[in-house]
């Protein structure tokens, strides 16, 4: 079993990870969390800039969402306060939230868009938040595919796994 | 207790924690129970439920201080500072708002620190929004549990303020008996909270003044913004509002990834540049029928580079797209020439060109492509054959085994047809020649006729040979002294040869062994790889139809030379055309002679070379190119080809010329007579000599002479901006070259005018 799907990963041209492009945060509006809509000289040939900038922004957008200072999160203070913060075992603050739609988000954008490029985005969250962690991926025939996805999250790779599954 | 080294258990760090927390419960503890009660009846139950409250909420306050992650960031892969961590400066500049802050690299952390970011060296963290690392709490104040802080702060003092006062008017109420326990130890608490009242009040005051400036703890201390502006402040309003509202920040550090990741990475992967590049690289690819797929990048490239010569070429001559391809060539020689040949050759089935032009195929088409029809049948063939030994040697470097063929098959199914029609094909070639000066229109007319058949074989075979001829220049010298120099011939013969008109630059060699193959290349894909079967049949057939071709032009050459003798002065230069022509052809022949030695070819060969009257200077500088040639085919194909047309420079052109010089001088004579026929002109020449010669003496001649001066002039800069592609085109470059010189002059307007311009045209 192992063999004929070693084969077939052999078979199947595999993607390694070339390399990796991080996306600086940008700061030129404060702390509040930003990243940089340049378009990265790495990825120029592997997607169009257009849906590159608009991941961007809208990564942006959600952010922003979620540091919102408004009712929502005054309320959500005042309760927390209310309940000697007990509250927060119990419920996911409004940040979390928005963060869960950063994932799923960028989940979305991954099978969609970046995927089909050979690119992954690594969720913002998993690195302080401090960089768009793009991994450019590619295609070889070789067997070593699941080295690469490893590199990036288990998912890639058992994806990739899946996927080798799924044909 | 005993620390070991590797334990990072630190005992004195939790002392002050400690000490605060036993201080504040067990005050509180004893002010409820001793104080409140009495307050309670005495003034108000209000009292305790007040305190209570406070110094609940100075608890969770406490706590939350205490335990939650202020904000640490987590350490950076080794993928994200792998670049940073020895090379990278200490800081980086950030625009914060117009004001340049300085994030400073942490070593311990790899990465850049975002502004209003320290490393704890208690903690061994970096810390956003880092505010100072307080050992009440035993932790790092940050983003996340600043507000926290400073609520505790805030309530703890709200609470010793209470716990004084009322204990105060506990003390006050039972001043009598102040011995009694409850008043003692409402006085004892009393003196704690006294005691840590002031320090409380004014770290409480200090922060109130951070939060409404919105700075931090550090950047006060360490007096950041002392001269200047704080880029962080959202106003005392907005910085107040921030603290106390903003949402609570999430946690960094998370073991467990979050979601995992499902997309799957399923090579191929698209490419923006493939989607735009596909229309061209298609139509490279099925023009050559020899690249397999855009796999090749080399072979991409290239044919992206063939694609865009020929393409902006326009419509040029099908020597154009020879050179064009040989352009591209340069990374790709082989398809592109291999592709004109064949296009060539489909339009021409029987002209021997044709055969010249496969060789470029590695694969073995061999046989006589397609022109069978053409003239220089033997030498062609033979010619192509050696090519194709020759050029298979540039070919596979371009990784295109297998599909020569198929694109010669692609090019050969027009021929037959062709052959049917080439004996008119002469006189057409000359007609459409003269008619259009759009080789690439005529290419284009040809590409389409070429299925067809007859009548627009007259166009194709005009291309055919035109081109044949070209590229058998350039092929014979290329196979013969560089298996690369086919299409280094076209190469240059395309970019310099700017399809427009063949006084351009095409006089460089590029003329000469490349006519601009755009056209050819734009049809090839029509024609497609399709084909590829039939031909290697066709390829039989073809080989006797192309020997009758070939003692066909003999034939004609044979008049021609004649009537070239006759009229030095016109047929000079197609003479010389003819020359490198023949000698291309003879080269050719040389060429694939050398390897199998065909004696067939040495005698069509032969007969090229006696048969013009000026071609006695010329017969023996063809003659020594020739062997020279054959040498050349022995040795390395570059030198030899430079030899040869040094050879024929020297024969031709007064004064030796260096090679590049040589190169030049075929160059330019070759531009002058059929800029888009490089190729087609070797073997073309003489067929088209022939008719043209009989047609139109008089005309012809002018034009060359036209044209001559223009190409002359610009070849040579273009030779010199096209040297690399010239010196494969060297052996292209050769036949030309004696053009050049002042016999070359002439020969070329005779070219043009008889032969010539229906070369140069159909070139």
């Not at chain 2, 352009?327 to 296009?343: F, K, N, V």
Request: proline letters at 11%.
């Amino acid at each position: 079993m192992a063999t004929e799907v070693h084969n077939l990963q052999e078979l199947r041209r595999s993607a390694s990870l070339a390399t990796k492009v991080f996306i600086q945060r940008d700061y030129s509006d404060g702390t509040i969390c930003q990243f940089q809509t340049k378009f990265p000289p790495e990825l120029d040939s592997r997607i169009e800039r257009q849906l590159f900038e608009d991941t961007v922004k809208t990564l942006n957008s959600f952010y922003s969402e979620a540091e919102k200072i408004g009712g929502n999160s005054y309320l959500e203070g005042c309760l927390a306060c209310a309940t000697a913060y007990f509250i927060f075992l119990c419920m996911e603050t409004h940040y979390e939230k928005v963060l869960k739609k950063i994932s799923r988000y960028i989940q979305d954008q991954n099978e969609k868009i970046f995927a089909p490029r050979g690119l992954l985005l690594t969720d913002p969250v998993e690195r302080g938040m401090r960089v768009i962690e793009i991994s450019i991926y590619e295609d070889r025939c070789s067997s070593g595919s699941s080295s690469s996805g490893s590199s990036t999250g288990s998912g890639s790779s058992s994806g990739g796994g899946v996927g080798a599954g799924a044909r | 207790m005993p620390r070991s080294p590797g334990t990072r258990l630190k005992p004195a760090k939790y002392i002050p924690v400690a000490t605060a927390a036993a201080l504040l419960v067990g005050s509180s503890t004893l002010f409820f129970v001793f104080t409140c009660p009495w307050l309670t009846r005495a003034v108000s139950p209000a009292i305790p439920v007040y305190n209570g409250i406070i110094f609940l909420f100075v608890l969770a306050n406490f706590s939350m201080a205490t335990f939650m992650d202020p904000g640490v960031f987590p350490r950076a892969d080794e993928d994200e500072d792998k670049e940073d961590d020895f090379r990278a400066p200490l800081y980086k500049n950030v625009d914060v708002r117009g004001i340049q802050v300085r994030m400073k690299w942490c070593a311990t952390c790899h990465f850049y620190r975002p502004p209003r970011c320290s490393h704890c060296s208690v903690c061994d963290n970096c810390v956003e929004d880092f505010d100072h690392h307080c050992p009440w709490v035993n932790n790092c104040i940050g983003r996340r549990n600043y507000r926290y802080f400073f609520l505790f702060l805030l309530s703890l003092s709200a609470h010793m303020v209470g716990v004084v006062a009322f204990g105060l008017v506990y003390v006050l109420n039972h001043s009598e008996g102040l011995g009694a326990t409850h008043t003692t130890i409402t006085m004892a608490v009393m003196c704690v909270a006294g005691l840590f009242f002031i320090p409380v009040i004014g770290l409480t005051g200090f922060h109130v003044v951070l939060v409404t400036r919105g700075r931090t703890t550090n950047e006060q201390v360490t007096g950041k913004f002392r001269g200047g502006v704080n880029p962080f402040t959202r106003g005392c309003y907005g910085n107040v509002e921030h603290v106390l509202c903003s949402p609570l920040a999430p946690r960094y550090v998370v073991e467990p990834p979050r979601l995992p990741l499902a997309a799957r990475l399923k090579p191929p992967f698209f490419r923006p540049e493939l989607l735009e590049r596909a229309a061209p690289l298609k139509v490279k690819l099925s023009d050559n029928g020899l690249k397999s797929s855009l796999g090749h990048s080399k072979s991409k490239g290239s044919l992206d580079r063939l694609d865009e010569k020929p393409l902006d070429l326009g419509p040029p001559l099908p020597p154009k797209a020879e050179a064009s391809t040989f352009i591209s060539d340069r990374q790709t020689p082989r398809p592109t020439s291999a592709e004109s040949t064949l296009s060539v050759q489909r339009t021409s089935p029987p002209t021997p060109a044709m055969y010249k032009f496969r060789p470029a195929f590695p694969t073995a088409p061999k046989t006589p492509f397609c022109g069978p029809g053409e003239q220089v049948p033997d030498s062609l063939t033979l010619g192509e054959d050696s090519i194709h030994s020759l050029d298979f040697a540039s070919e596979p470097s371009l990784d295109l085994p297998d599909y020569a063929p198929g694109g010669l098959h692609t090019a050969y199914p027009p021929s037959p047809p062709l052959s049917a029609a080439d004996t008119f094909s002469g006189a057409l070639r000359s007609l459409s020649l003269k008619a259009t000066g759009r080789r690439g229109g005529d290419h284009m007319a040809l590409q389409p006729l070429r299925s067809e058949g007859a009548p627009p074989t007259p166009h194709r075979s005009l291309f055919a040979p035109h081109a044949l001829p070209n590229r058998n220049g350039s092929l014979s010298y290329d196979s013969l002294l560089n298996p690369s120099s086919p299409g280094g011939h076209a190469c240059p013969a395309h970019p310099s040869a700017s399809m427009a008109g063949y006084h351009s630059p095409y006089l460089h060699p590029g003329v000469l062994g490349d006519p601009p193959r755009p056209p050819p290349r734009s049809f090839s894909p029509v024609l497609g790889p399709r084909p590829r079967e039939p031909s290697p049949v066709r390829y039989d057939n073809l080989s006797r139809t192309i020997m009758a071709s070939i003692q066909e032009r003999k034939d004609r050459e044979e008049r021609e030379r004649l009537l070239r003798s006759q009229a030095d002065s016109l047929f000079g230069d197609s003479g010389v055309y003819d020359a490198p022509s023949s000698y291309s052809l003879q080269q050719a022949s040389v060429l694939s002679e050398g390897p199998r030695g065909p004696v067939l070819r040495y005698g069509s060969r032969d007969d090229l070379v006696a048969g013009p009257g000026f071609g006695g200077a010329r017969n023996p500088a063809l003659q020594t190119s020739m062997s020279s040639l054959s040498s050349a085919v022995s040795r390395a194909p570059r030198t030899s080809s430079s030899s040869l047309q040094a050879d024929l420079a020297n024969n031709n052109a007064p004064g030796p010329r260096p090679s590049s010089g040589s190169h030049r001088s075929p160059a330019r004579q070759v531009p002058p007579s059929p800029p888009g026929t490089p190729r087609s002109p070797s073997y073309m020449g003489p067929k088209a000599v022939a008719f043209i010669h009989t047609d139109l003496p008089e005309p012809p001649p002018s034009l060359a002479m036209q044209r001559d001066h223009p190409q002359l002039k610009t070849p040579p800069s273009k030779l010199n901006g096209q040297s690399p592609g010239l010196a494969r085109l060297g052996p292209a470059a050769g036949p030309p070259g004696p053009i050049a010189s002042p016999a070359r002059h002439t020969l070329v307007k005779k070219v043009s005018g008889v032969g010539g311009t229906t070369y140069e045209i159909s070139v």
